[in-house]
């Protein structure tokens, strides 16, 4: 099919599915590539394969409200189509235990928000980063305590000091006397 010619069917397809906006994208797309087939089928049926008996094949075929219709009116674009994308519960599955993946199918998905998205996309990244501050924090008391040989520790307001692990730590020292 010539470029020209790829360009009227084209501009004829659009506006079907301009015109079929509420349908999930999915099922527009079949429906799309369904009329597209049958008037690529039609136009080559023909002896002359001319702009002329493209559109009149598209006149024939008619216009892109009466099309759009026609389907509306077999499949009322009511919610999302559930077929054509993932079910919520593997989502959020996916996206705890194989993050990348499930994130990829959150933003893929029509029935979550773009809120709700970027929530799904953010709280693992919160979740690591407090994970990896927590454990640098634990690490950089530990290289204390091998530098030093002892921790201090604050309790109510005294410090108390971590002895080597070969001297006793008495926290309330006895009367000597």
Do not use: C
């Amino acid at each position: 099919m010539e470029q020209e010619l790829k360009e009227i069917l084209d501009s004829y397809l659009e506006e079907i599915e301009a015109e079929l906006g509420a349908v999930p994208r999915a099922s527009r797309a079949e429906f799309i590539a369904e009329i597209r087939s049958h008037l690529q089928e039609e136009w080559k049926d023909r002896g002359s394969q001319t702009e002329q008996e493209l559109l009149q094949i598209i006149h024939n075929f008619g216009s892109p409200q009466e099309i759009a219709g026609e389907y509306l009116e077999k499949f009322p674009a009511t919610g999302h189509d559930r077929t054509s994308y993932p079910a919520t519960w593997l989502i959020l599955v996916l996206t705890v235990f194989i993050w990348p993946v499930g994130i990829v199918l959150a933003w893929l998905s029509p029935a979550w928000k773009m809120r709700d998205k970027i929530i799904a996309t953010l709280i693992p990244i919160i979740i690591i980063l407090i994970l990896v501050l927590s454990s640098l924090a634990v690490y950089t008391s530990r290289l204390e305590f091998q530098e030093t040989g002892h921790s201090q520790i604050q309790e109510k307001g005294f410090i108390l000091e971590m002895p080597d692990q070969h001297e006793k730590l008495e926290r309330f020292p006895r009367d000597r006397r």
